[in-house]
């Protein structure tokens, strides 16, 4: 059973668009959303991350949007560049414990 | 600091062979995990342990795998035997282990395993 279910599966922006991920979750225990960037040949790295307590957070060009009663979350990522090619992970958190369950990622392609 | 290392980076074995695959956390984090990744199901918890102690082996899929803690600054995982769909890259990653931001999961490069 997947516990956050991430869409697209890919996408293809033009170099200064607007990229968009989205995640959905079930479980409302769970209060911290992360989302990963993975290049090729690497481990995902941390991007930015959000709690439920705020429906927006924004770092550089990146932004977390955060919808608690939709239970959904989504990351755009502004004035796309070709450097952004990578796939993105969204994740949450139980508060039970520190374990992490993962989207099943967004391989994004900036053309430029 | 160096981060969370991993070794092999790669590794390419015969199916039935032994396979351990290596981690160092990142110092002073009290938190495991050890990830399997693939192009079908994406990235897969297998274990996770807390100050040395596996808290959740639920992702582990089947006996022929195992992870050990024996202190907090080095864990494996084994698969014994090997076989071809255990083909995957597997990430080892730490984290500080309390609540907060500084939950943050730190990953290593990975390890490639091949299984022919």
């Known amino acids: 059973q997947q516990q956050v279910k991430q869409s697209p599966q890919s996408l293809i922006v033009q170099k200064g668009g607007i990229s968009i991920i989205n995640c959905a979750y079930e479980?409302?225990?769970?209060?911290?959303f992360p989302w990963y960037q993975q290049f090729p040949g690497k481990g995902p790295a941390l991007l930015i991350a959000i709690r439920p307590d705020v429906s927006e957070k924004k770092e550089g060009r990146f932004t977390i949007s955060f919808n608690k009663s939709a239970k959904q979350f989504s990351l755009h990522i502004m004035d796309s560049q070709p450097g952004d090619s990578a796939t993105y992970f969204c994740?949450?958190?139980?508060?039970?414990?520190?374990?992490?369950?993962f989207g099943t990622g967004t391989s994004l392609t900036v053309i430029p | 600091d160096a981060g969370v290392i991993q070794s092999p980076r790669h590794e390419v074995t015969e199916m039935g062979q032994e396979v351990t695959l290596r981690c160092k956390p990142i110092?002073?984090?009290?938190?495991l995990f050890w990830y399997r990744q693939t192009m079908m199901r994406g990235l897969e918890l297998l274990i996770y342990?807390?100050?040395?102690?596996?808290?959740?082996d639920s992702g582990m899929p089947e006996d022929r795998f195992s992870a050990k803690m024996p202190n907090a600054s080095f864990s494996t995982l084994k698969i014994q035997p090997s076989e071809p769909r255990d083909s995957a890259v597997y990430f080892c990653?730490?984290?500080?282990?309390?609540?907060?931001?500084?939950?943050?999961?730190?990953f290593g490069p990975g390890t490639r395993l091949t299984v022919l």
């Open positions: 479980n409302t225990a769970f209060d911290y």
């Open positions: 994740a949450a958190r139980g508060n039970t414990g520190n374990q992490f369950y």
């Open positions: 110092s002073g984090h009290n938190s």
């Open positions: 342990f807390n100050n040395n102690v596996p808290i959740d």
């Open positions: 990653a730490s984290s500080q282990g309390t609540s907060g931001e500084s939950d943050t999961q730190y």
